[in-house]
């Protein structure tokens, strides 16, 4: 909601400077959006009168002006088309500042003397959106003679601060500036100045015999229908128009301004219809015929269903109630008889239609939240009265009001005892029925109670809580002094899980990694590209019932076609090298026999994604250091071949403690293939769900040993196809509680190696926590490693 500073202060006194008051109206609750100032850093313009307008001598498209400022003529060369002798003009004289920081200085065009610059409305800082159509591709022709030589900005209030406040869907009072003074009012003290609202309506003729008639009560509640005979319309006064651009809205005649006006007034959307295009003088508040075609004022034809309301004649649909009027029955520069129209319509239609036929308004947007039914009256005698003080027109005595069902002010009872002590403050009762009047919400003691009468604008306020957020945003939530809770006190923190999640994602961010985030919902298809087979429990979906479409029709069962679709954008983008990781969930329904828990399991998964520079070793790598910053100890690789996602002799299952957390390797050629890789991808899919219950994070301090440690070397030749891990394992298990640590430190094929075998050297590290170790205690565990190599894998000691 645009509030122009000036404008406001018609409704209430306000002595604050601008952020000042700002500042204290976003305490109270109406929070300040922004602040612009209009005709800021504009300065050296004054009225001025066209005396005489003469062609220039050395250029046809400019003409030489003589200008009266009142103490002084001055010439101006100016290639203005829309001026006239006897035209009262802004005049920007030698040394003045306009908009976008133009500095106006004596000059000469095509040798003859130009003492200033006719102005336009952008070149005085209003928004091109605002201006109206005549007087976008020219100068500003005031609208009356005013005092030359007076500054532009005492005649037109150009210059102003506009307030942006973030109104709140379930304030639609406050869409309109009697709604603003009413919060002004309770924030700073004062009272709330209200039109004198006063119809001459000196015709005696009453109505013309408009009849109303509500067929859709549920889509209209109220509507009043006000006759202005003898129309001439024209554009609106100045003061009007600023008003309306300040606010955001563009001029465009006087009767339309008028209507405008009152809907930011009051908040309540008014229309006018040409009452000539009226069939029998009647309005009929019907529903829309199924596939009626309708063409509304922005000269686009728009189908309707029976879901919505228009209003109609006898013979056709003359507007969409409370979003848009048709092209049919606009008002234009031959209208002479006016119906206006002030309504109260359903505000789920109107959200419904408006979002159905795509198309927004300023009356559409207050309707779609809720208007007081109760204010339609005095909205349509508002314009009625502008009508009359602007000439637009001549009153009809009476209007036609239709209102089958008034809405009533509502009463409630709340307790002032229990208000305080949510509020952690002592008012009195006094105070609080001060700050409810403040909001011109009436109130009563009555014993533990202040019986409350609700008014009709605010709907917002159905219980007890509602009105303790009105005393406590009034009183001043600043105002109420910090305390300590009493009672349990639960402090908030993070769960073990989430910790745990937090830590992985460090781990992988200082390796170099960059999380992703990817859709939960999925294509069925998606598994198809990562070579699943037919009987995988990845095809058992989790279906949705009313899915957007096929690609987002079930719940993933694996990370990994995501993970895919980001690689893939990333190669085809030209992205040389990418690390990518996810934490998230994939989705396995339950037994259908399992009616009582009919959820899905959510299984917390990791995908660790990778190309460029990368090898299955690097990707190992990244596996072992992210376990090893999770605390989980014994980390075992064996060679996986079936695994039908991935390169099968480049592939590895990940076990710990004799589980399987999840599979690496490189990506299967087919399947880098089906994404349109030309690179070769390195994936894991880890079991976060399983990661967590191995995790230990809490780190254990370890004295520094007091024995020294013992070191032995170990080649041994095997065969080409034992593992490494084989190796080890041997060593583990023969190693005793001696056993340190041990190291590859050498992999050798060659000469003195026999045909398909190979040498593997270890260095193991030997040491006792209580004593020195002595070579017999060494050589014995040694030997003993050497024999199980032997007897187990077939291995013998290189020589």
Request: proline letters at 4%; a negative charge.
């Amino acid at each position: 909601m645009l509030v122009p500073l000036k404008w406001l202060k018609e409704y209430v006194d306000i002595d604050q400077n601008v952020i000042e008051f700002g500042d204290r109206m976003t305490m109270s609750g109406s929070k300040v959006e922004g602040i612009e100032s209009f005709g800021e850093g504009i300065n050296g313009v004054v009225v001025g009168k066209i005396e005489s307008i003469q062609p220039h001598p050395n250029a046809d498209k400019l003409v030489i002006t003589q200008i009266n400022i009142g103490d002084q003529t001055l010439q101006i060369v100016t290639g203005a088309k829309n001026i006239n002798e006897g035209d009262y003009i802004p005049v920007a004289t030698v040394g003045s500042n306009l908009a976008g920081g133009l500095k106006i200085k004596k000059g000469k065009l095509r040798g003859e003397v130009s003492e200033g610059m006719l102005c336009s409305q952008e070149e005085l800082g209003i928004p091109m959106k605002l201006i109206p159509e005549e007087l976008k591709d020219g100068i500003w022709i005031l609208d009356k003679p005013y005092k030359l030589g007076a500054n532009i900005f005492d005649v037109a209030e150009l210059q102003d601060d506009i307030i942006e406040f973030e109104i709140t869907s379930n304030r639609p009072d406050c869409l309109s500036m009697i709604g603003m003074a009413r919060e002004a009012v309770a924030t700073i003290g004062g009272r709330v100045k209200h039109p004198e609202v006063a119809i001459k309506a000196e015709d005696e003729t009453t109505t013309f015999g408009v009849k109303v008639d509500i067929h859709d009560q549920e889509g209209c509640t109220r509507y009043i229908a006000r006759v202005i005979k003898d129309a001439v319309i024209q554009p609106s006064p100045l003061w009007m128009q600023q008003r309306l651009m300040k606010a955001g809205v563009r001029p465009i005649n006087n009767i339309v301004d008028i209507t405008n006006y009152v809907m930011l007034e009051y908040g309540q959307p008014l229309h006018a219809f040409d009452m000539d295009y009226i069939a029998d003088n009647s309005i009929i508040v019907r529903k829309a015929n199924d596939g009626e075609i309708f063409k509304t004022l922005d000269d686009v034809e728009r189908q309707l269903d029976e879901t919505m309301t228009v209003i109609a004649d006898t013979t056709k649909a003359l507007a969409i109630a409370g979003v848009m009027g048709g092209e049919e029955s606009e008002v234009t520069e031959n209208t002479k008889t006016i119906l206006l129209e002030s309504a109260h319509f359903n505000k789920d239609r109107i959200r419904a239609t408006s979002k159905q036929i795509g198309l927004r308004t300023e009356a559409s947007a207050r309707y779609e939240k809720g208007v007081d039914s109760n204010i339609a009256s005095i909205a349509a005698d508002r314009a009625c009265q502008l009508i009359e003080m602007l000439g637009a027109g001549t009153v009809l005595k009476e209007s036609v009001d239709v209102y089958p069902a008034a809405k009533e002010a509502r009463q409630l009872k709340i307790r002032h005892g229990r208000m305080n002590d949510l509020l952690g403050i002592k008012l009195t009762v006094e105070e609080m029925i001060n700050i409810l009047k403040s909001l011109e919400i009436s109130a009563e003691e009555d014993g533990e109670h202040l019986v409350v009468t609700v008014p009709t604008f605010r709907d917002d306020l159905q219980m007890e809580a509602d009105f303790l957020e009105e005393l406590g945003r009034i009183y001043g939530f600043d105002k109420i002094p910090s305390t300590m809770a009493k009672g349990n006190i639960v402090v908030g923190g993070k769960t073990n899980g989430q910790l745990i999640e937090d830590r992985a994602k460090e781990s992988l961010l200082s390796l170099g990694f960059n999380e992703i985030l990817t859709f939960s919902f999925v294509s069925p298809k998606s598994v198809d590209k990562i070579n699943v087979g037919e009987n995988s429990i990845k095809r058992n979906f989790v279906k949705l019932l009313n899915p957007l479409g096929d690609e987002t029709s079930v719940m993933r069962t694996s990370l990994l076609p995501n993970m895919m679709e980001v690689l893939s954008r990333n190669v085809n983008h030209k992205v040389e090298a990418a690390r990518a990781f996810e934490l998230g969930s994939i989705f396995i329904p339950k037994s259908e026999c399992n009616a009582k828990d009919p959820l899905p399991y959510e299984i917390a998964n990791l995908v660790i994604g990778m190309y460029g520079n990368e090898d299955f070793y690097s990707l190992k790598g990244v596996v072992e250091a992210l376990f090893n910053r999770l605390g989980i100890k014994d980390l075992e690789f064996e060679v996986e071949k079936n695994h039908t996602s991935f390169h099968p002799g480049r592939c590895a299952n990940i076990f710990v403690g004799g589980h399987i957390v999840g599979v690496m390797g490189e990506l299967h050629p087919q399947v880098a293939e089906n994404y349109d890789i030309s690179k070769r991808c390195y994936i894991a899919e880890l079991d976060f769900y399983l990661m967590m219950q191995f995790t230990r994070v809490t780190t254990m301090y370890k004295p520094l040993p007091k024995y020294p440690a013992m070191t032995r070397d170990l080649a041994v030749i095997v065969k080409e196809e034992i593992m490494v891990r084989e190796i080890e394992k041997i060593i583990q298990a023969n190693g005793g509680d001696i056993l340190e640590s041990f190291e590859l430190f050498d992999l050798y094929r060659g000469n003195q190696i026999p045909e398909g075998h190979k040498s593997i050297a270890y260095t193991i590290t030997y040491r006792h926590s209580d004593r020195t170790l002595t070579d017999e205690e060494v050589n014995k565990v040694q030997d003993a490693v050497v024999a199980g190599i032997k007897s187990e894998i077939g291995g013998t000691l290189r020589e």
